[in-house]
């Protein structure tokens, strides 16, 4: 069964503090993983695409890398303003454009 | 540009009564997708219009879901009629692109919150 699974569920970060955040995925065939960020009462908004294993990108304190069964978004140096949900999500070969498999989420709290 | 837009943003309703949402996506995106978060799970998929065309409806739960677009603009979600476990938050995305190496993201409303009591 195609799946996404991220970890931890929670993640407690003082300010400065640089950390990882999982995604593992199970799909039949990858045609791109996404990262996006959740603040409370708002929809996800869009980070990074990932389409193969080695691929990293980076957005300020943001870094997504890829491999072929996981990825991960690093994060150095974080503020209180990274303090958010992360969602990883998954389209796979087999599944139409928009229909993807997304974690649950990674929620994040920074405190200074 | 103005982003996607939904509402209402909340919705508060009895089971067994009717509740339509919502979305409008950015001018010019052809691709409008719906998605649900039902509490404690991962968001959903539940489907893809190209233009008024349904692409993709694979998603959708069962036939008390209803989705249109006319004209190609804007889109609307129906329940009729609403069951308990219909409550979740209903989110729509908008994309421009329908080719290429999917590297564009989707751009998400803020979603609207349905309560089934």
């Known amino acids: 069964e195609d799946q996404v699974t991220q970890s931890p569920e929670a993640l407690r970060l003082q300010e400065g503090e640089s950390s990882s955040l999982n995604c593992s995925y199970t799909?039949?065939?990858?045609?791109?993983l996404f990262w996006y960020r959740q603040d409370p009462g708002k929809g996800p908004e869009f980070l990074f695409t990932?389409?193969?294993a080695g691929e990293e990108k980076e957005k300020e304190r943001l870094k997504a890398t890829l491999t072929k069964k996981e990825s991960f978004l690093h994060i150095t140096a974080p503020k209180p303003e990274d303090s958010a949900t992360y969602l990883c999500?998954?389209?796979?070969?087999?599944?139409?454009?928009?229909?993807?498999?997304f974690g649950k989420g990674t929620k994040l709290s920074v405190k200074p | 540009e103005a982003g996607v837009t939904q509402f209402p943003s909340h919705s508060v309703i009895e089971k067994g009564q009717t509740v339509t949402l919502r979305c409008d996506p950015i001018?010019?995106?052809?691709?409008l997708y719906w998605y649900r978060r039902v509490m404690g799970k991962e968001i959903k998929f539940l489907l893809h219009?190209?233009?008024?065309?349904?692409?993709?409806e694979s998603g959708m739960p069962n036939n008390r879901f209803l989705a249109e677009r006319t004209g190609g603009t804007y889109s609307t979600l129906k329940v009729q009629p609403a069951e308990l476990e219909d409550s979740g938050v209903y989110f729509c995305?908008?994309?421009?692109?329908?080719?290429?190496?999917?590297?564009?993201?989707?751009?998400f409303g803020s979603g609207t919150r349905l309560t089934v009591v």
């Open positions: 995305a908008s994309s421009q692109k329908t080719t290429g190496r999917y590297g564009y993201g989707y751009t």
């Open positions: 799909v039949s065939g990858l045609r791109g």
């Open positions: 990932l389409y193969s």
């Open positions: 999500a998954v389209r796979y070969y087999g599944g139409s454009q928009g229909n993807l498999i």
């Open positions: 001018s010019g995106h052809d691709n």
């Open positions: 219009f190209v233009k008024e065309s349904k692409q993709d």
